[in-house]
Structure formats: C-alpha cells, structure tokens
C-alpha cells in the first residue's frame, strides 16, 4: 500500500468514468439517487406522521402547554391564581380557559318515535369557551365546515364536533351519531340534572379527535347549568411566544407553584405514551424500508462493477504484467464505487434540500389523522449517506477482488 498506488487507482477510475457509457454512468447514478431519497424520504414521511399529528394537537387543542386538574380534583384549585401565574411567565402569549364535563346530546326529540326506537342522543364532552379567547388559541373558527363560528356571548348557540353527527361517521366509530343535524337544529343538552335548548350554529371537523368528538357552548352559560360559581376551570390551553420553549415554560410554572394545583404538560407530554409507542413503531419500519433500499442499491453495484471487472478482466492482467499492482486496481473500483454512491448522494440531497422539503412544507400530505410533513435533519442525511457509502463500498470490493485476483497469464489470455 502506497500514495502512488492510490493515485494509480483514482487515474484507472477516472478514467473509466470519462471514456466509459455516459448513459450507464446517469442510469447508475439515478439509481442511488433514487436509494438515497429511499432511505431519506420515506423515514422522513413515516416520522414526519406522528410529527404532524403532534403539531395538529398542539394547534387545534392544546396549545403550547395545558393546565388540567389533578387527579384528586375536579377543576384546576385556585384557578385565578393560576391564571395569573401564567401570565406573569415569560413567553405567554394567550390563554383559553375551559370548563369540560360529560353530558349528553339529543337531537330530534320533538319527532314521534316508534315503538322501542331509542332517543336520538350521544355522550360527549361538553366544553364551555370563551369564544373569542377560544379562536385566539386554536382558530376554532377555521375549522366550522357548516353554519357559523360562536359570536361573543351567544348563550343559546351550540358548536357540534362532527364524529357525533351521522353523515360525518362511518362504521362502528360512533354507533349512535345523531341524525339530521344542521346548522339552526334544535337540540337538548344534558349537564347532570340540569338540561336546556341550544341552537346549532355549526358543525366542527379537524384532524384531532378531542375536537371532533367535542360539543362547544358559551361558558357563562354553561357554569349557570352547573351551577357552579366557584371561578375555576377544567382546562387552560396556553400559547407561547413563537420559538418558545414549551418544557421549559412547563417548568417555569411548577417551579412557581402550579404544580401543587393542576397538573402542568406539554402538549406532547399530555398524549402520554401512546405517541412514542408509534414514533418508535415508525422507527422500526422506517429502518427496515431503508435497509431494503441499501440492500438494492449494494446489489446493483455489486452486479456493475462484476460486469465491469469481467468484461475488462483481459484488460486488468496486462495491467499487472506491466507491475500495476493488484491493490492500485483494486483502489480503482473502490473509487468507481464511491463516485458512484457519491453522486447519487449529492443530486439526492439537493432534491430533498431544494425540493422535497420546501413542497411538503407548503403543501403537507392530507393524511386522515395527520399531515404528513417530512421529518429529516442534515444528521439523518449524513447517517444515510454514510451508509450508502459504506454498503457500496463494500459490495464493489467483493466482485471486483475475486477477478482482480486471478492469475495475471489467464486473464490476459482470456481464460
């Protein structure tokens, strides 16, 4: 092994690319463009689906941070208090403040029924908002398909969240969606013993499950059915300075003492488990479509350079008879197999950098829970690109030794 051996090798691959078929160099080349945005974009979809769903929750419901009652408790205790802290903290923005209890919906109540035909009516989670302080969170507003947004102070309007409505459910998701409901329906709500007449306004249908299934009333009106006139919450929502941190907001507000009355997460934090259950299946199967994908792209420039190695093997011995050494040549293929990885990295990564990413910014794929955006950073493409490399590397090495290493008077007599 030696630097002159290793210029030999680089002047033999050079000149292999620029006298051999141009047409086979692009096709090689597209091919481990196409292995590299494999390996890159299809993890980055797959991690990008919980991302969204994540950023989805955090938009539509949750906010930066949530508030919510501790265990032991039915509301957020001292619920002022809190609420001052919270605005006190650096970074906040906005905040909504809910009440959420479970109730009932029933709709078609003035209609004949037919024997042992059951009342029109759902279990959900009523929410009482403040509609304005609501629209500044989550832009609840944007997410009306039918009929109208909640106006300041409407105590007799109601918002439905479209997973209760018939026509907005399939299959068994909600067995028993209500029927015939529309904006200016009538419909009866139950919060325990206390029921009153509300008027849809509109129906409501994001991508967050706690929206859609969520029926939304003024929440003046509602703690009078509660009669409840302690001044505390169930929920409060908080929106952050944009570039905040929200874990670090989270604990600015235990440290100042609301940890002893509510309990205080991130939005992430407030799925729980269930989220990094799927980040990690995604993980999984994104590393297992990768691994095929390198398993592609080795097999085809291991059958290239064989091809290569076979086709010039006359070519390769009298290279050795005029004491070329076998490692210079060797060095050749290696390189011929770099440049081959190499390119197909470098127009790879201009395409996710320049292409790819930007699209899915500005347009995220309309997945039913989700939308899907693409999670990749510079360092899951330099861990890819490594790996192509190497896997490359190798599977030229392979074919490339075993022709190299023939004897030197039967590969020149083409035996």
Do not use: H
């Not at 002022?80 to 109540?109: C, K, Q």
């Not at 008027?199 to 509602?222: N, P």
């Not at 059915?225 to 952050?240: Q, Y």
């Not at 488990?273 to 980040?279: A, E, K, L, T």
């Amino acid at each position: 092994m030696s630097i002159d051996a290793i210029k030999v090798g680089w002047f033999l691959a050079a000149r292999q690319i620029t006298r051999g078929s141009a047409w086979s160099t692009i096709l090689i080349g597209a091919i481990m463009t196409l292995t590299f945005l494999n390996v890159v974009v299809v993890r980055g979809v797959l991690l990008g689906l919980p991302e969204g769903a994540i950023t989805l929750y955090e938009r539509q419901y949750a906010g930066q941070v949530i508030v919510t009652p501790l265990s032991s408790n039915r509301s957020i205790e001292r619920s002022a208090s809190v609420r001052a802290i919270i605005a006190d903290t650096p970074g906040f923005v906005a905040m909504s403040e809910r009440l959420s209890v479970g109730g009932s919906v029933e709709a078609n109540y003035d209609r004949p029924r037919r024997g042992s035909e059951l009342p029109d009516r759902v279990v959900a989670d009523i929410a009482g908002i403040d509609a304005e302080a609501e629209q500044r969170i989550t832009q609840l507003a944007s997410y009306v398909v039918e009929g109208e947004y909640l106006a300041e102070g409407d105590r007799t309007g109601i918002l439905i969240g479209s997973q209760l409505i018939d026509r907005y459910t399939f299959g068994p998701i909600v067995s028993n969606a209500l029927e015939d409901v529309y904006p200016g329906s009538r419909v009866l709500v139950t919060l325990g013993e206390n029921t009153r007449e509300f008027t849809v306004r509109g129906i409501i249908t994001s991508k967050v499950g706690e929206v859609d299934r969520r029926v939304y009333i003024d929440r003046t009106t509602m703690r009078g059915m509660l009669a409840r006139t302690d001044g505390n919450v169930d929920e409060i929502a908080i929106k952050l300075v944009p570039g905040s941190d929200p874990s670090r907001f989270a604990t600015a507000l235990v440290s100042a003492g609301v940890g002893e009355l509510a309990v205080v997460q991130t939005a992430r934090e407030s799925l729980g488990q269930f989220i990094d259950d799927i980040v990690a299946t995604f993980d999984i199967l994104s590393v297992l479509i990768g691994a095929i994908g390198l398993m592609v792209a080795a097999i085809t420039i291991f059958i290239v350079i064989f091809i290569n190695a076979l086709s010039r093997s006359r070519q390769i011995g009298i290279l050795k008879g005029i004491g070329i050494s076998e490692f210079a040549i060797q060095c050749s293929y290696l390189f011929l197999s770099v440049f081959y990885a190499a390119s197909g990295i470098v127009v790879g990564w201009l395409v996710v950098t320049f292409a790819i990413a930007p699209y899915l910014d500005q347009n995220p794929i309309d997945f039913p829970f989700s939308d899907g955006v693409l999670s990749v950073t510079t360092g899951d493409m330099l861990a890819s690109a490594s790996l192509i490399v190497v896997a490359t590397v190798i599977a030229g090495f392979i074919p490339a030794r075993r022709i190299i290493a023939k004897n030197t008077i039967a590969a020149i007599l083409g035996r």
